[in-house]
């Protein structure tokens, strides 16, 4: 073979045409591996759903076999693996409107003395956007969510804002509103 009359433009081809097949090969071998590892990610979901249906098989078990009760029976549960469910008040929106003589929304944290339109943004935004949940927040965390408005809503004091939103979750509305009537602007 002549050397001398090959062009240039043989030898960028021929160098293109190795790039393309180098580069068509990495991607070809990279696809392969994603798919070995999703097949590895779905035997590893479906052993953790036969985990977690035995889990729950043995639950169904246990629930099945627990003796009945009845009005007769004292049953107090001691074992420690069995979490304890919250109680759940039912909002009752007719006995807010008959003391405060409007209609009252299920955890609108407006009904709190003090806290307005924006206030209860800034609380929903941090996750706190029922009673109960503002009636679990302390007052240092209150004042947090305060700060995260700016230095105009540093004013406000939530010393008492647990509170109310703990009788608004109760439904404990004639307390609320006599609160609020001797309270000057929620504050304690």
Request: include cysteine; proline fraction near 3%; aromatic fraction near 10%.
């Given at each position: ?5 090959i ?5 960028l081809?021929?160098i ?11 991607c070809?071998?990279?696809?392969s ?5 999703n097949v ?9 759903n ?6 729950l ?10 003796p009945?009760?009845d009005?007769?029976t004292?049953?107090?549960d ?5 979490p ?5 008040i039912p909002?009752n ?10 209609t ?11 806290i ?7 609380f929903?935004?941090a ?15 209150c004042?947090?969510?305060?700060a ?5 809503y540093?004013?406000?004091d ?5 509170m109310?939103?703990?009788m608004?979750y109760?439904?404990?509305?004639v307390e609320l509103?006599?609160w ?7 504050r304690?």
């Open positions: 073979m002549n050397f001398e009359n062009s240039i433009w043989y030898w081809i021929f293109l045409f190795g790039i393309l097949c180098a580069f068509l090969g990495y070809l071998g990279k696809r591996i994603k798919a070995v590892n590895a990610e779905l035997q590893m979901f479906k052993d953790r036969i985990k977690l249906q035995a889990e098989d043995a639950c169904t078990q246990k629930i099945a076999s627990a009945a009760i009005d007769t004292s049953f107090v001691t074992s420690d693996d069995i304890e469910l919250p109680v759940l909002f929106a007719d006995n807010a409107k008959a003391v405060f003589g409007k009252i929304q299920n955890n609108d944290l407006k009904v709190i003395e003090g307005g339109p924006k206030i209860a943004g800034l929903q935004t996750g706190i956007a029922t009673w109960k949940a503002l009636s679990e927040t302390s007052v240092a965390s004042k947090e969510v305060l995260t408005g700016g230095e105009r540093r004013i406000h939530p010393s008492s804002w647990p109310q939103a703990k608004c109760e439904g404990k509305w509103a006599k609020q009537d001797e309270h000057d602007h929620g304690l």
